[in-house]
């Protein structure tokens, strides 16, 4: 496994009235964390909040092209990106415990925290297709470049790790400093990972290691 300290680019926040950052997603433009009562969306340039969308928002947010996902408590409600109407729900596997969510090969992923577990589930129905085993409380899940990343957060650690999808191995695991919590974590398609930060009511763009042509293979 290769280990490294986690390269924070850039912080955004804190925000008014925000007290704690949740589930994180990228549509390409905005980012859009959870903040439990809405969904906010993030210029990341100007680091400002330019939109925002009133919805029960307690874990893991993601994006398909058209639709927000996101969890509220027992729930996975379908949003519509452009009205920001709920145009569907189905029930979330954890029951409450879930906190990340990621969209990839028309399914959705889903983090349950405590049981350490990431589940890959019909986003029609709910059903789960199938679980990946983690060793370490699950946050924020994403792929990219068909990589399998995971935030963890327990007691005052955090990191963020490459998994393999199939074992659940760790191939790669980024330490964040101490105290510096990873609630929500979404990828912008390129070398930045979106990480939310839990309590302290920020987002922080955290870099991805590109892999060498030899690790890779």
């Not at 954890?94 to 028309?106: K, V």
């Amino acid at each position: 496994m290769k280990r490294s300290a986690a390269e924070i680019i850039r912080e955004y926040g804190p925000f008014p009235d925000i007290k704690a950052v949740h589930g994180v997603t990228y549509d390409g433009s905005h980012v859009w964390f959870a903040s439990g009562g809405k969904l906010n969306g993030l210029d990341p340039d100007s680091g400002k909040i330019s939109r925002s969308i009133d919805v029960a928002a307690h874990a893991g947010t993601a994006f398909d092209g058209r639709h927000l996902f996101q969890i509220a408590e027992d729930r996975i409600q379908k949003i519509d990106a452009v009205s920001g109407a709920v145009v569907s729900t189905i029930p979330a596997p954890g029951g409450g415990g879930d906190s990340g969510l990621a969209w990839a090969e028309g399914s959705l992923w889903v983090g349950q925290y405590r049981e350490r577990k990431i589940h890959q589930i019909d986003p029609e129905t709910g059903k789960i297709l199938r679980t990946i085993e983690s060793k370490r409380f699950v946050t924020g899940v994403t792929w990219v470049d068909g990589e399998l990343w995971h935030g963890t957060w327990e007691g005052d650690d955090s990191d963020v790790r490459r998994i393999d999808p199939d074992t659940g191995k760790v191939l790669e695991q980024l330490d964040l400093p101490a105290g510096t919590m990873v609630s929500g974590l979404e990828s912008d398609g390129g070398d930045q990972l979106f990480c939310g930060g839990g309590d302290s009511g920020r987002v922080r763009a955290v870099r991805r290691p590109r892999r060498t042509q030899e690790s890779a293979s």
